[in-house]
């Protein structure tokens, strides 16, 4: 079992910058794999930025070289740098997690964090 807690969304002007914060905990042993999506009103919810299982990054396009991914392993904590934010970023971001015990057994069912607001507005 896992809890994830985001914090740092909030209300910029375009061009603004934000920075998330997402904390793992609970009852797990091994690893823990973290990213970031988000979910506009109306929309589906979608990829931001994750780490892959093989320790790289994965951006979607529309926020490549605008938004930065970055881990703490020992902490088990995931940040999300967001730059130049545009009003089309407007979403709740959600913090995501997959866990295992070892290498080479199979990730578990995604967790997900409670989300948190980010509104670019001028």
């Known amino acids: 079992q896992v809890q994830l807690v985001e914090s740092g969304g909030g209300l910029v002007q375009p061009g603004g910058s934000l920075r998330l914060s997402c904390a793992a905990s609970?009852?797990?042993?091994?690893?823990?794999?973290m990213g970031w999506y988000r979910q506009a009103p109306g929309k589906e919810r979608e990829l931001v930025a994750t780490?892959?299982?093989?320790?790289?990054?994965k951006y979607a396009d529309s926020v490549k070289g605008r938004f930065t991914i970055s881990r703490d392993n020992a902490k088990n904590t995931v940040d999300l740098q967001m730059n130049s934010l545009k009003p089309e970023d407007t979403a709740v971001y959600y913090c995501?997690?997959?866990?295992?015990?070892?290498?080479?057994?199979?990730?578990?069912?995604?967790?997900w964090g409670q989300g948190t607001q980010v509104t670019v507005s001028s």
């Open positions: 995501r997690a997959n866990t295992r015990k070892s290498y080479g057994t199979n990730w578990s069912e995604p967790y």
């Open positions: 780490f892959t299982s093989g320790g790289s990054t």
């Open positions: 609970g009852s797990f042993v091994g690893s823990v794999l």
